[in-house]
Structure formats: structure tokens, C-alpha cells
């Protein structure tokens, strides 16, 4: 019940319409149990009229009582009408609360702080678990308050003529609406909490199945894959079986429990109308009985639904409450005297490991200079990248930029000065002018044209039908190697850092390719500080100074020229393992 309390919390910016969504809901039920307690009151007392002769009936008055009916039949239209409207309105306020809500957790989380969970389960708890919240305020919150509010104010009303009618009737919507969902949920809520999990599950490896789709059909795997998936489809089946039972014996309960009350309201009713309450009452109270099960029958199938939503609440919450893997800075940002880089004695380590990723490194890159930094994979280039964007907190050491240490900057001021081409810039499945739009939200078409010219990508772009607005494809799809990161190139133009943080830019780019995209890269390092993380040598040449990282330090520093000069230099020990296309290219 935490998480419920919790959950409805979150859910109080909105509480407005929340509670306007549950009145036309009761306003719809009571219309209801006027209508069918005055119409049974106007159909007894008009027969008994008739019964009475001419004389009688011509004194009974007809267009009060049917102007009543009327009038509860157009409030019930309207308010359902109104109801629909404001609970669908207050549902999508909701889910848009809860995923704005989540995603802003997320995000100081990655990723360090994410490191242990899978973009599969990530996205099944964006979207599939705040889904099944969804159920929480049109499943759980509206039927049982209108249920209880309905319920007093029915058997009030029958107190009204008889203290025991009323008091039978509200036992009876009592034990029904407490007793009948309590059992629903004992008997649902393993069901319901599993399906939550092996749903979960299932998209997780449907996910990472579309991902790894190339390798799994080079491996023969796809069909044990799909014997997985086929497995769990029928545990899903089986459990929504179980819980279709359990909305049965619901269904069959509360229609038992609602035809008893009926027989119970009619014994205590004929000894009262024979002492004189009416003999007009008896089917009022009758009809009215049958309206006022209305309020309840719901309530089972929302207990049903409650194991679902407690279970996907508690995976929300398990994410939204991780620790920030180091803490933020709060406040305004420091202003660093310039866009230059030191670093003294740095260590860093990654959570769970067992060495630490950059050992005491030290390194300095002025303001305006280019500086390659170069290494096998494992030497800790890209650990940099990590640090420089306070994706990962160093533990030991010192790292400044512009004499201001990095920790003393809030972390999204800190990339401002920093614009990023690496081997994973990420496109996203939407168009061009998107995915531009990114690195600078308020860019007019002309910044995004002469930002892919500065990429020698725009007679590409303007050869395509649709332009700009041309889809690009999941992670560039529709694009080549050499294009997609042409456009990370226009991205970074748009961002107008200072600082250029070039990681592994041409991996899985052939040599020609390769040769080009520098090329283009080259109108982009004007007049910014560049650093280029590689393990290549293309490029190397255009660099004012090259730093050889090994096991996280700085094993060599120098010019080209210096460092191809040296008989045992590791450079030479780099180009031994290059193309000769490769090495007449440099």
C-alpha cells in the first residue's frame, strides 16, 4: 500500500481533475439510482391509479413524476458524457506526469547509475509499466470512491422510509464491495504480479532480439529464440486465463450477492407496506436495490487489477530510487577563465571493478590546440570522454578546465562547453532536421543548412525528396556510414562549443571514407581546443601534440614527427600494425 500512497502523491498536481473525473462518475451513478427508484415508484403508483378507476386516475398527477424520469435520464447521458471526457483527460495528464516524472529520474542516472539494468527493461517500465498505472486511477481510485460515497448515500436514502431497508442495504453493498474484490485480489494478485514480470521479460528479449538480429541469424539461434518467446506467450495465457476465472467468480458473486439483497429488501419490505409505508414503495426499493449493486460490480475486477499495478509501481519505483551515482552541484556555475584542460594524478574506477580505468594520469591541453590522444582499446580514452562529461566521478586527483575543478560544475552546464563526434552518436528514428534540432532547439533553417554544408552534407540532403524532413531510420538506418556521422559533424557545428571532444569518430569507417570524414572534420576544429581519442593514425599530423595512453597514463607525449622518430617509440609500434593504404594516407 505504500507505493499506492505514494503513487496517488504523485499524482496530486492533478487531484482536481482526479476528483472532478470521480464526481460526474457518482453524479452518473445516483441519476441512475433515481431513475430507476422513481421510475419503479411511478409505474406501481400509476397501476394502483388505474386500479382505482377513472375518478382516481384522473386526479393522479402524471408529468411530475415523468418530467423526474426525464430529468434523471438527460443528467445521466450528460454526466457519463462529462465523465468520459474528464477521466480520459485526467488519464493522459497522468501518464504524461508519471513518464515526465520518471524520465527526470532516469536521467541523472545515466550511465553510471544504470549500468545494471538493459535498454529493454528500461523502456518496458517507461512505457508498459506507467501503462498499467494507468489502470490505478480508472480501475482502483474511481470505482471505490464512488462505490463508498454511492453507497452511504443510497442507504441513507432508503433510511429515509425505513430505517431497516436502509441499514440491510448497506450491509449488503458492504460485504459485496469489501469482501467479493478482497477475495478477487488474494485469489489475483500472484497472476497479475507475474504477468507484470514475464511481460517485463518478454519485451526485454524481444528488444535485444531486434538488436542482435544479424548475429542470431548467423548463429542458427532464431529458432530456440522463438521457442522462448513462444514459452513465455504461454505463461501470459495461462495467467490471463487464471485471472478471467477470478473476474468470474467475481462476476458470479456480486450477481448472487445483488439477486439476495434483492430478496432480503423485498422480505423486509412487504411487512412494512402492510403497515401502511405504500404499496408504491415496494418496487421503488425493489429497482432500487438493482441500481445501487451498479455502484459495486466493479470493484472486484479492480482488486483483480491491483496485483498488476502494485507490481509495476514497485519496478518504478525500484529505478526512480536509485542513488545519483556521485552527487550534483547546485547553484550557479562557475565561470571558467577559458576553454583549457589539466589534469594532475587523476584516478578513476568504474563501479565493480577491479582495477582502476585511468591511473594517476596527468595531461594538459592548452586553450586553441589541438591534442590527439592515442591507445589501444582498454587504455582509458574513452574513460576521458566519461570524465570530462561527469558521466563518471573520479576518485582521486585533479581535473580543471579553465582552472575550475570539474566537480564544482552543475554537470549539464559543464557540457555546454564541450560538443561531441563519436563512433555511437546516436540518430534517432525521426528526420534530419530532428535530429539537428537536437544540439540547438531554436536553430532556424538557414543555421541548419549552412551547418550541413560545414559537413559537405548538403547537396546529400538537398537531393533527397523530402529534404530535411526526410526520416533518417533507427539509429540512421537510411544513411551510410560515412553520412550518418556527416550529420554528428552538423550537430556539433550547431552546439557551437568551445571545446571538440572527438571519440573514435572513423571507427568501422574504411580508409577512403575514413580520409574524407577528417576532412570534413578539419572546418569544424577551426578555432575550438580539440581533443581526438583514437586508436588510428589518420589525422595524427594536424595534431600540435600526441599523448600515448597505456593502462590509464600518459606513456609518451610529443609531436608527430618526434614520436615517429623514435626507433622503439610506441607510435612505431602503431603504424606496424597499419595498412600501407593507411600509412600513405597519413
Given amino acids: 500500500m505504500r507505493d499506492l500512497w505514494r503513487l496517488l502523491k504523485l499524482f496530486a498536481p492533478y487531484r482536481w481533475w482526479m ?7 457518482l453524479l452518473t451513478m445516483l441519476s441512475n439510482f433515481g431513475l430507476m427508484t422513481l421510475s419503479g415508484w411511478f409505474l406501481a403508483s ?32 450528460l454526466s457519463r458524457w462529462l465523465e468520459r471526457i474528464v477521466t ?3 488519464t493522459f495528464r497522468l501518464l504524461a506526469q508519471l513518464r515526465t516524472w520518471f524520465y527526470t529520474r532516469l536521467e541523472p542516472l545515466a550511465p553510471a547509475g544504470l549500468r545494471g539494468l538493459r535498454s529493454g527493461d528500461l523502456l518496458a517500465r517507461l512505457v508498459a509499466d506507467i ?16 462505490a463508498g460515497l ?4 443510497m442507504a441513507a436514502f432508503f433510511a429515509l422510509y425505513a430505517w ?10 458492504l460485504v459485496s464491495g469489501l469482501g467479493l474484490p478482497v477475495l478477487s485480489e488474494r485469489l489475483g494478485a500472484r497472476a497479475g504480479a507475474e504477468m507484470t514480470q514475464i511481460q517485463a521479460e518478454m519485451r526485454v528479449q524481444i528488444v535485444d532480439t531486434l538488436q542482435g538480429m544479424g548475429e542470431l541469424l548467423v548463429a542458427n539461434a532464431g529458432p530456440r529464440l522463438q521457442g522462448e518467446l513462444a514459452e513465455k506467450n504461454a505463461q501470459i495465457i495461462a495467467r490471463q486465463g487464471h485471472l478471467a476465472g477470478v473476474a468470474g467468480i467475481g462476476s458470479a458473486g456480486m450477481s448472487f450477492m445483488g439477486n439476495l439483497a434483492l430478496w432480503v429488501i423485498l422480505l423486509l419490505g412487504i411487512p412494512l407496506v402492510q403497515h401502511g409505508i405504500g404499496r408504491a414503495m415496494l418496487p421503488m426499493f425493489a429497482l432500487g436495490t438493482m441500481a445501487a449493486f451498479e455502484a459495486i460490480v466493479a470493484l472486484p475486477l479492480a ?7 502494485r507490481a509495476a509501481a514497485r519496478r518504478i519505483f525500484a529505478v526512480a530510487d536509485l542513488p545519483a551515482p556521485f552527487p550534483d552541484v547546485a547553484g550557479p556555475a562557475p565561470q571558467p577563465a577559458g576553454p583549457d584542460l589539466e589534469m594532475r594524478d587523476l584516478r578513476l574506477r568504474y563501479p565493480d571493478a577491479q582495477t582502476d580505468a585511468l591511473r594517476g594520469l596527468s595531461l594538459r591541453v592548452p586553450e586553441g590546440s589541438r591534442t590527439a590522444i592515442l591507445g589501444a582499446t582498454g587504455a582509458g580514452k574513452s574513460s576521458i570522454v566519461n570524465l570530462l562529461l561527469r558521466f563518471y566521478d573520479y576518485q582521486g586527483g585533479s581535473a580543471r578546465l579553465g582552472g575550475v575543478e570539474l566537480r564544482d560544475f552543475p554537470a549539464d552546464d559543464l557540457r555546454r562547453y564541450f560538443a561531441v563526434v563519436s563512433q555511437r552518436s546516436y540518430l ?52 551510410s556510414g560515412g553520412q550518418a556521422r556527416r550529420v554528428a559533424i552538423a550537430r556539433a557545428f550547431l552546439k557551437d562549443s568551445p571545446i571538440l571532444l572527438l571519440d573514435e569518430p572513423t571507427e568501422g569507417l574504411d580508409v577512403i571514407t575514413e580520409a574524407h570524414f577528417l576532412d570534413a572534420l578539419k572546418a569544424l576544429m577551426k578555432g575550438r581546443t580539440v581533443i581526438y581519442i583514437t586508436h588510428r593514425l589518420l589525422g595524427l599530423k594536424d595534431m600540435d601534440q600526441i599523448l600515448i595512453l597505456d593502462g590509464g597514463q600518459v606513456v609518451e607525449a610529443g609531436t608527430y614527427a618526434e614520436l615517429i622518430a623514435r626507433p622503439d617509440g610506441r607510435l612505431r609500434h602503431f603504424a606496424s600494425f597499419r595498412t600501407a593504404a593507411e600509412l600513405s594516407a597519413t
Fill in 46 to 77: 400509476a397501476a394502483l391509479a388505474g386500479l382505482g378507476g377513472y375518478a382516481t386516475l384522473n386526479l393522479y398527477n402524471f408529468f411530475l413524476p415523468a418530467a423526474g424520469v426525464r430529468g434523471f435520464a438527460t443528467i445521466r447521458v
Fill in 164 to 173: 431497516q431497508l436502509g441499514l440491510a442495504l448497506l450491509l449488503f453493498l
Fill in 303 to 309: 482488486f483483480q487489477f491491483l496485483g498488476q499495478t
Fill in 19 to 25: 476528483l472532478g473525473g470521480a464526481l460526474l462518475a
Fill in 428 to 479: 534517432f528514428h525521426s528526420t534530419i532536421r530532428d535530429n539537428l534540432l537536437l544540439a540547438k532547439g531554436d536553430a532556424d533553417e538557414e543555421e541548419l543548412w549552412a551547418a550541413l554544408a560545414a559537413a559537405q552534407l548538403d547537396e546529400f540532403v538537398r537531393s533527397l525528396p523530402q529534404g530535411l524532413d526526410n526520416i533518417v531510420g533507427e539509429g540512421g538506418v537510411n544513411l
Fill in 88 to 90: 480520459h483527460e485526467a
Fill in 150 to 153: 454511492a453507497s452511504v448515500i
Fill in 131 to 146: 501503462d498499467t498505472l494507468n489502470n490505478f486511477y480508472l480501475r482502483v481510485f474511481t470505482p471505490f470512491l464512488v
